[in-house]
């Protein structure tokens, strides 16, 4: 079993956006079962797909009238509006195989140091507007197994990052304030290479990285 429901970095320039949003998951309709919402403690409604293995997980060993805490990928397809996709669950209580594992682990087991509503956000910084608090980061994927690359995606977030850092690689701790993405502190890790190949700033870029369901890692969708 994993301790962290967000892996480790393994490479300077690795990509991702992850993060943990604690609420109940509430279907679209008995047709559309892997779309709806996940409500939070403050009734916050937030749009939300599952993905893959999650439903049968869910059905099968989930108390779905009760808050969970969700491993999510988020995105940002509408101003305002954020979207998450459900890619596992951190409740190592509910998923531990015995009544002795269970019994074995400590009371705080299901809490993270971080807290809900954490995010690691890591990508190039490619708009900064420091006096309105408003950037946008471009976070790339890896291929998928049957071949498919997938287009890189944009979040937009809330926080003050200086122009000097424009298309530099960034590593960012977030926090989920209702539908924002507020940033909490920031690194910077390198500038990002020019067009031709001659690099400012040296490493190689890898996409992302994920956690999935059953706390096993997952590629991000």
């Known amino acids: 079993m994993r301790d962290h429901p967000i892996p480790a970095v393994t490479e300077p320039l690795q990509y991702r956006a992850i993060g943990v949003v604690r609420g109940i998951f509430r279907t679209e309709s008995e047709d559309q079962p892997t779309r709806g919402h996940l409500v939070d403690a403050d009734g916050q409604e937030i749009e939300a797909v599952v993905l893959g293995r999650m439903l049968t997980l869910m059905r099968r060993h989930l108390e779905m009238s009760q808050p969970h805490l969700w491993v999510v990928y988020p995105r940002c397809r509408e101003a305002g509006q954020l979207h998450l996709q459900i890619a596992g669950i951190w409740e190592p209580s509910t998923l531990a195989a015995t009544q002795d594992d269970v019994e074995a682990l400590d009371p705080s087991v299901?809490?993270?140091?971080?807290?809900?509503?954490?995010?690691?956000?890591?990508?190039?910084?490619?708009?900064?507007?420091?006096?309105?608090?408003?950037?946008?980061?471009?976070?790339?994927?890896?291929?998928?197994?049957?071949g498919f690359k997938p287009l890189p995606f944009k979040l937009q977030l809330s926080g003050d990052v200086e122009l000097a850092h424009l298309r530099h690689f960034v590593s960012l701790d977030v926090r989920r304030q209702g539908q924002a993405l507020q940033v909490e502190s920031v690194e910077v890790i390198a500038p990002m290479p020019t067009r031709g190949g001659k690099g400012r700033g040296g490493a190689s870029r890898r996409g992302g990285a994920g956690a999935g369901a059953r706390n096993r890692p997952a590629r991000n969708g």
């Not at 890591?122 to 998928?144: A, C, D, F, H, W």
């Open 110 to 146: 299901d809490q993270l140091p971080e807290g809900d509503d954490y995010f690691s956000i890591r990508g190039e910084l490619i708009y900064t507007k420091p006096e309105s608090s408003e950037l946008v980061i471009k976070v790339r994927q890896l291929p998928r197994a049957d």
